[in-house]
């Protein structure tokens, strides 16, 4: 799908446990240029409900991107990306890994699990914003992304 056409909202989906970085990033695309669905879920296990549609989340639209942190409750990220990427019905759909670890190990982990690019959340405010419209700016303006069956 290509977003030129900015009448279509682009489904984003946020696994995210920590409430201030759900704020931020929702403020961050709120203000943005982009029309967009942003949603939310706090742990692994409820991401993988998310995205198989499963339960009460069986009227979801699928994602056309997700963000993802790794210190996640229940299910980490780690986890959650590899299901994602193993998934013949997921895995098209780009994963960024959005999150406070910058171990080396990490970085590897996830590219070798196929995330699609890793940022290292910043502590401060303004920096968070900047690294949230920079995706933005990136993945839903300059990107092409694959259409939703």
Request: aromatic residues 6%; glycine residues 4%.
């Amino acid at each position: 799908m290509s977003y030129s056409d900015k009448s279509k909202p682009i489904d984003i989906l946020l696994v995210e446990d920590n409430p201030g970085d759900i704020r931020l990033t929702q403020e961050a695309f709120k203000d943005g240029k982009i029309k967009n669905e942003l949603n939310v879920v706090m742990d692994g296990e409820e991401a993988l409900l998310y995205l198989k549609k499963d339960g009460k989340y069986n009227t979801v639209s699928t994602p056309d991107i997700i963000l993802l942190d790794l210190n996640l409750p229940k299910m980490d990220g780690r986890e959650v990306l590899t299901e994602i990427k193993e998934d013949k019905e997921l895995r098209c759909i780009p994963v960024i890994i959005l999150t406070t670890s910058s171990a080396e190990n990490d970085v590897l982990s996830t590219y070798l699990h196929h995330a699609n690019c890793y940022i290292v959340k910043p502590v401060d405010f303004n920096q968070f914003i900047t690294v949230i419209r920079t995706i933005e700016n990136f993945w839903l303006t300059i990107v092409r992304l694959p259409e939703k069956n």
